[in-house]
C-alpha cells in the first residue's frame, strides 16, 4: 500500500531523507521513530504530495503521489504535526468544506458527518466557531475530518498529541478496528510507548537513513548484537541502543 523506491530529498548539502526503501502492505500500522531532524516529518510531507523528492518514488496505493497526485490524494488522509483550521468555520462547516473537497455524495455527506462528530463526542460543538475551541477538541475536530472520506491510507505525525487520555484511547481503538478493515496507518511519533503497542512493525531513521526496520522483537534482537541489553528492556532503550542515544549516566554529569 505504501512503497518507496530509493526515495531522497535534499536541502542544500542536507539529505533530509537518504535513499529510503519502504514496503507497507495493506492494514499494517506503521511506526517511523528517529531523533528530531532525522527526516521523519520530510517522509510523511512527500508521501502526501506536500513535498517533491530531489530523486527516487513514492507510490501510495499502487499510484505515483508525484505522477496521479489528485487520485492519490483522494484515497489518503494526514494528521500533520500542526494542523490548520480555519477559525472563523464551525466545526460542522469545516467538516462539510471537507467533504465538498473530497467530493463525497449529498446523501454520504449527510450521513458521515454527524457519525463522525458523534464519534469523537464533539455534536455539541458543531455551531461553534472554530477559535472558540480549545486544543484538545481542535485535535478532534482533525482527526474527524481525515476519517470522513474513510481513506485507505491515514499518515500521522504525533497523533495523539493534545488529546486527554479518554480521546487518546478512543483513537487507539479506531487505529486497530481501521486496521482490521485493511486500512494501512503510517504515524510518526516520539511516544515510544504508543508504537510499541500499536505498530506492527517499525522503522527508525536517523540522519536521512533507515537504520532499523521490523517488529519489536525483531529491532530488540538487533539491539542485542550490537551490544548487551538490559533484561525487560523496553521499546525506548532499545531505540537509544539503536541510534546511539545518551546515557543518563553520562548526562546527569553535568548537573552534579
Known amino acids: 500500500m505504501i512503497k518507496t523506491i530509493e526515495l531522497t530529498k535534499r536541502f542544500g548539502h542536507l539529505n533530509a531523507v537518504d535513499k529510503l526503501n519502504l514496503d507497507i502492505p495493506p ?9 528530531n ?9 512527500i508521501l502526501t504530495g506536500l513535498l517533491k523528492p530531489t530523486s527516487g518514488q513514492a507510490l501510495v496505493g499502487g499510484y505515483d503521489i508525484q505522477k496521479e497526485p489528485e487520485i492519490t490524494k483522494k484515497i489518503i488522509g494526514l494528521v500533520p504535526d500542526r494542523p490548520f483550521l480555519y477559525q472563523k468555520l464551525t466545526g460542522g462547516e ?18 458521515r458527518i454527524p457519525e463522525i462528530l458523534s464519534l469523537f463526542e464533539i455534536n455539541e460543538w458543531k455551531d461553534v466557531l472554530i477559535e472558540d475551541y480549545s486544543h484538545g477538541i481542535q485535535r478532534k475536530l482533525v482527526m474527524a ?8 491510507v491515514i499518515f500521522l505525525d504525533e497523533p495523539l498529541v493534545g488529546l486527554d487520555p479518554k480521546a ?4 487507539k481503538r479506531i ?26 512493525r517499525i522503522g527508525i ?6 537504520v532499523a526496520l521490523g517488529t519489536n522483537e525483531e ?3 538487533k539491539a542485542e548484537r550490537g551490544g548487551e541489553m538490559a533484561e525487560g528492556a523496553d521499546l525506548e532503550d532499545i531505540f537509544l541502543k539503536l541510534t546511539g542515544g545518551t546515557e543518563y549516566e553520562e548526562l546527569l554529569k553535568y548537573l552534579e
Open 37 to 45: 531532524g532525522a527526516g521523519k516529518t520530510t517522509t510523511i510531507r
Open 168 to 171: 487518546g484511547r478512543l483513537v
Open 219 to 221: 529491532l530488540r534482537r
Open 175 to 200: 487505529f486497530q478496528e481501521l486496521s482490521q478493515k485493511k486500512v494501512t496507518i503510517f504515524m510518526c511519533t516520539h511516544t515510544l510507548e504508543i508504537a510499541e503497542k500499536l505498530c506492527h
Open 27 to 35: 492494514g499494517e500500522i506503521f511506526g517511523l521513530l528517529g531523533p
Open 145 to 152: 475530518s481525515v476519517l470522513l472520506h474513510n481513506p485507505k
Open 94 to 111: 469545516f467538516l462539510n468544506f471537507v467533504a465538498e473537497l473530497y467530493e463525497l455524495p449529498l446523501e454520504v455527506k449527510k450521513r
Open 205 to 210: 531513521i536517523q540522519e536521512g537513513k533507515l
